[in-house]
């Protein structure tokens, strides 16, 4: 018999009930920057899901980019994202902690007027998101070499917290335009010291960050995300083939709990720069594939062994039940986007589970 969206499979030495994904979903909620109840009501209304990614959680002031957003590097957040994970365990779920520095895509306002940093000293195109409204992104400050240590000591530190926080493991944030995925592009990336240049030297930031990171808690504890197509936050690569191939032959020798791949762009559409079979099949464990799937094609996929996990977004945001509305085939809720991105309860935890007669 096939594997499916709905077979147990096992990771970190737990046995996940399914293999269904809640995707990462910042949903700025945390107005003072601490995980909260509600968020905790959130999170466990979704506890079915075969694992949880929270949405993206900043190692250090200095990685915050967004309003709202909690983070992961003291002790009153730890104590906050407490009562997220004993609402996911209370249920029977999983949860893993995504780790998050956003880089040059942050602005001064989160910083006492000081410019985010980066590998390079290169202004993105397009507007960061700030308390006063969207403000266009500005030059950044390249980060000097003898800084770099201090960033992967955030990453080991945060990792640290999330598991005294009751996180079952965490997820390094190296997608989607953040900080490492502006190491690891060259169009983001145009150093000359041991950080830039060669893709041995572009990678070297992630591969010692989940070096530190695994080392302290586990590597059996520590997934990774990349996102090879993914343009958002004005992100670019001249061969993005031979990067992600590149990085992720590297990642497949460490024991990792997993690599999960956004397949697709922002916009949903994918690309014929990037086979992703030839990332998939340079990565021996679990891979969690993320992008536009539905039932069939996760259905498809897991038994295809083109992913192991499959990741969903919206789709969990909307249906805290997911998982049982794709076994009895019911009827999705429609996500109200206006509520996306801060709020209260509205938009967030009061859409409907299915009524089971």
């Known amino acids: ?203 070297r930031l992630l591969m010692e960050i989940v070096t530190a990171v695994g080392n302290e808690i586990g590597f059996d504890k520590t997934g990774v995300r990349l996102s090879p197509i993914n343009t958002f936050n004005d992100i670019s690569d001249s061969d993005p083939q031979s990067t992600f191939n590149f990085v992720t032959t590297n990642l497949a020798s460490l024991g990792l709990a997993y690599l999960h791949i956004v397949e697709v762009d922002m916009t949903g559409a994918s690309s014929s720069n990037v086979d992703m079979q030839q990332i998939r099949d340079r990565f021996d464990g679990l891979y969690i594939g993320n992008g536009g799937y539905d039932k069939p094609r996760g259905n498809s996929s897991i038994a295809e062994n083109r992913a192991d996990l499959v990741a969903f977004g919206i789709p969990f945001l909307a249906n805290p039940d997911l998982p049982a509305r794709f076994q009895a085939d019911a009827p999705l809720n429609e996500a109200d986007q206006s509520t996306f991105y801060g709020g209260d309860e509205h938009g967030y935890t009061d859409y409907p589970f299915l009524e089971i007669a």
């Open 1 to 203: 018999m096939s594997n499916n969206l709905f077979s147990n499979i096992q990771l970190t030495g737990q046995e996940l009930s399914n293999r269904m994904v809640m995707a990462p979903l910042t949903r700025n909620r945390a107005p003072e920057g601490i995980a909260n109840a509600l968020m905790a009501e959130y999170y466990g209304q979704r506890a079915s899901a075969g694992l949880i990614i929270t949405e993206g959680t900043q190692i250090s002031q200095q990685a915050v980019g967004y309003p709202a957003t909690a983070g992961i590097y003291n002790q009153e957040q730890i104590e906050g994202w407490k009562l997220t994970t004993n609402a996911v365990h209370e249920k029977g779920g999983s949860i893993f902690a995504q780790l998050w520095h956003c880089g040059r895509v942050s602005h001064p306002d989160f910083h006492g007027g000081e410019l985010p940093v980066a590998p390079s000293a290169i202004q993105p195109a397009g507007d960061a998101f700030t308390y006063e409204g969207l403000k266009p992104f500005v030059k950044p400050r390249a980060l000097d070499t003898s800084e770099i240590p201090a960033i992967i000591e955030q990453y080991r530190h945060a990792a640290v917290c999330a598991v005294e926080a009751g996180f079952d493991g965490v997820e390094i944030h190296a997608a989607n335009g953040y900080l490492i995925d502006q190491f690891i592009r060259d169009g983001s990336n145009q150093r000359t010291d041991a950080y830039g240049g060669s893709l041995e030297n572009r990678s």
